[in-house]
């Protein structure tokens, strides 16, 4: 064949045979013959003839004795799997070639006795929808981490995604190692600050972290320059710092430099100052030399101005009134609408004049004496005030309780002064037990004072983090327990529920109520949201569980229902057994036995739900929670609960009152049994049948036993 021509016919030769093919085309309009030559030596003839017989040969000991003459066999190619085979343990690392993809992932080939899966989740560390958005295409080469085994065929489970998590730990360790200023793109927020994704990983920037002035939505994937405060890979920690990548950037500022500002907020104490994306407090005793009782007077929030470094904590002090000038202090606004004027007075007397020459004078000498003998003449030192550190200072390990007091606020908590070296912080989420949007809801405001527990230390500057919620839960079990001891009912707020029974607020802890210690009536969803009395059924601090009954609480407030007392209930449900009736909240039971003197085989012909009857106590279990019902009892003749329900109901206060005598009647008779086996207890018996203790007026011959009556049937 010397050609091939689409839609034609061409003859073509037959490697054993001599005659000319004809292939056919489709279209009929023409024919063309494509060979070199139609005719076939001799010679060729017989080379032809020799291969087939060669290769018939061939086939017919491949069929029969396929192994006869070769040297490598079926053990050595065991022998040699197992040579060039490896460790497959979970965690080795593999190299291997990918040789093709599906939906779900890609097959790796790692030169091992079976192949490997690289499934879609383990191929990159990014969500993708296909392997090859990761660039896992088929004949790419890399190292992998095996994570697992598929036992149905032996086959490895591989991971990229792994390998790929330890790159990026390893280059976020390297970057906080060289203090280096990241981009990190925020991603989501929680109470406590924001989520950042850097380096491939998500991290988390704390509220107190941020010197942004916008809020978390308008932060939301948005970048921001980030640096890198804690990179911790065994506990998965990432904290990293907004503050102190902005404060890079206004690294050059000295003390004494002049920035402008906008006035972010005011607060008694000052003002923050945003400058350029870092937040700056303008104290109220460096807003002006004279005094200043209402910062509002001065400055408002949305002023810009311009301001002095007055120190590297990033403190700000307006350019206002010289001590030297006699000159009044203008704070100027760029709002055109308004300029203040903050001084005492304009005119300066001749005395006031001399005085400030005289106070210059002083400033001066004392500036020269700190530039050239800083020490000269102070009796306390710096190991004074080393020693007084040491002194004053605290344990600061995780669970120890400090006192403090609150000395400012921001969105994501507040700031704590519990004289130790660093300051401390409260987070939003550490300031009370219930959920708030922001701490002045739990009373966390300037000036309070209270005792905080340390559950955390920010490495950054070895400031402390405080938790008041830990206090507080402490307290509140403190109180279950001592309610618990005093066995009181409390009022409980049904929060939720699920298959076991309800969940309670109960005194700030969250409780369960099992479904089997509910007496109301009600549903779940009719609960929800409603007070409930409760009782304490257990109250276990170190396993968090606190357990609540509503039964004990609702037999409580039964109380005084004792035997022999009738009440109206409503049947609530049949049992094969009985029915139980609610009584006011609270349900008894209603035995089959107890319906009827005469036999009952099928409760449903008695009684339905939601039939309303009188019924009499039989018993009260207080500590189960348990009463026994009757309308036995209540029959005037056996059978009229079955025959005439509304006679027994007519009748049931005077039948009860018939049961309770027959009762006190036995139990008197019982008292004088117990006196007539026992006169040397020193009882005596009153006419009522209560025991009483011997009195002088007794006979000389004693108690005769014989004239108490017996019990009769009425």
Request: aromatic share 6%.
């Amino acid at each position: 064949m010397a050609s091939l021509a689409h839609n034609l016919s061409a003859i073509c030769y037959s490697p054993l045979s001599s005659r000319p093919t004809l292939i056919h085309s489709h279209k009929q309009r023409r024919t063309s013959i494509v060979c070199s030559s139609v005719a076939i030596s001799s010679a060729q003839n017989k080379e032809r003839i020799k291969l087939k017989e060669l290769f018939e040969d061939a086939y017919e000991r491949c069929r029969t004795a396929p192994m006869e003459g070769v040297s490598f066999t079926l053990e050595n190619f065991t022998d040699a799997l197992e040579k060039y085979d490896f460790d497959a343990e979970v965690g080795t690392k593999v190299k291997g070639t990918i040789f093709g993809t599906d939906a779900g992932g890609a097959y790796v080939d790692i030169t091992a006795k079976s192949t490997a899966y690289l499934p879609l989740q383990e191929a990159c560390i990014h969500r993708i929808k296909y392997v090859h958005e990761a660039g896992i295409v088929s004949g790419v080469r890399e190292e992998f981490v095996i994570i697992g085994e598929i036992e149905a065929d032996d086959s490895l489970i591989l991971s990229l995604k792994s390998i790929q998590y330890d790159l990026c730990w390893e280059r976020c360790r390297q970057l906080q190692a060289e203090d280096v200023v990241v981009k990190g793109k925020i991603v989501g927020a929680n109470k406590g600050g924001l989520v950042a994704e850097v380096e491939g990983l998500k991290g988390f920037v704390p509220f107190s972290q941020i010197s942004a002035k916008s809020t978390e939505e308008e932060l939301l994937e948005k970048d921001l320059p980030l640096k890198f405060v804690e990179v911790d890979v065994e506990q998965s920690r990432l904290i990293l710092s907004h503050r102190k990548a902005a404060a890079d950037s206004h690294g050059q500022l000295g003390i004494g430099s002049v920035v402008t500002g906008t006035v972010q907020s005011l607060k008694p104490y000052g003002a923050f100052i945003d400058i350029g994306g870092m937040s700056g407090l303008l104290h109220i005793s460096q807003i002006s030399h004279d005094r200043i009782t209402d910062i509002a007077t001065a400055l408002q929030p949305g002023d810009t101005l311009k301001i002095a470094m007055a120190s590297l904590a990033h403190n700000l002090s307006a350019i206002c009134y010289s001590p030297l000038s006699s000159r009044p202090t203008l704070i100027h606004s760029h709002k055109q609408r308004r300029t203040s004027i903050v001084c005492s007075s304009v005119a300066i007397s001749s005395a006031q004049n001399k005085e400030r020459i005289k106070l210059k004078e002083l400033f001066e000498d004392a500036y020269e004496r700190c530039r050239t003998a800083p020490m000269e003449g102070v009796s306390f030192t710096l190991e004074n005030f080393t020693d007084a550190l040491e002194k004053y200072d605290f344990d600061a390990e995780v669970g120890t309780k400090v006192k403090g007091t609150i000395f400012g606020t921001d969105a994501g908590g507040a700031y704590v002064d519990i004289t130790a070296k660093s300051t401390a912080y409260l987070p939003l989420q550490e300031a009370c037990i219930h959920r708030i949007k922001y701490v002045h809801e739990a009373g966390i405001v300037s000036g309070v004072r209270e005792e905080f527990v340390i559950i955390g230390e920010i490495e950054a500057d070895d400031s402390l983090i405080l938790s008041l919620k830990s206090i507080q839960y402490d307290l509140c079990w403190e109180r279950c327990r001592q309610l618990q001891a005093e066995d009181v009912v409390v009022k409980g707020k049904i929060v939720g529920a699920n298959k076991g029974g309800l969940v309670a607020e109960v005194e700030g802890l969250k409780g369960f109520v099992p479904f089997s210690q509910i007496s109301a009536k009600s549903t779940e969803e009719e609960l929800l949201e409603k007070d409930l009395p409760l009782k304490f059924v257990e109250v276990d601090v170190e396993q968090s569980r606190l357990i609540l009954s509503h039964r004990k609480a609702a037999a409580d407030s039964h109380g005084q229902l004792g035997i022999g007392s009738v009440v109206t209930g409503t049947v609530q449900s049949l049992k094969p057994y009985g029915a139980f009736i609610d009584i006011g909240g609270m349900s008894g039971l209603l035995h089959i036995s107890q319906i009827s003197h005469d036999r009952i085989t099928d409760i449903a012909t008695a009684l339905q739900p939601g039939d309303t009857l009188k019924v009499m106590i039989l018993s009260h279990d207080r500590e189960r929670g348990r009463v026994s019902l009757s309308t036995k009892k209540l029959e005037p003749t056996p059978g009229d609960m079955i025959r005439n329900p509304k006679l027994v109901f007519e009748k049931a206060e005077e039948m009860a009152q018939t049961f309770r005598q027959r009762i006190a009647q036995a139990e008197a008779m019982a008292r004088a049994d117990m006196l007539r086996f026992q006169p040397e207890s020193g009882l005596t018996l009153s006419g009522d049948g209560i025991l009483g203790p011997l009195t002088s007026d007794l006979p000389a011959e004693g108690l005769n036993l014989s004239e108490v009556p017996l019990a009769q049937d009425s």
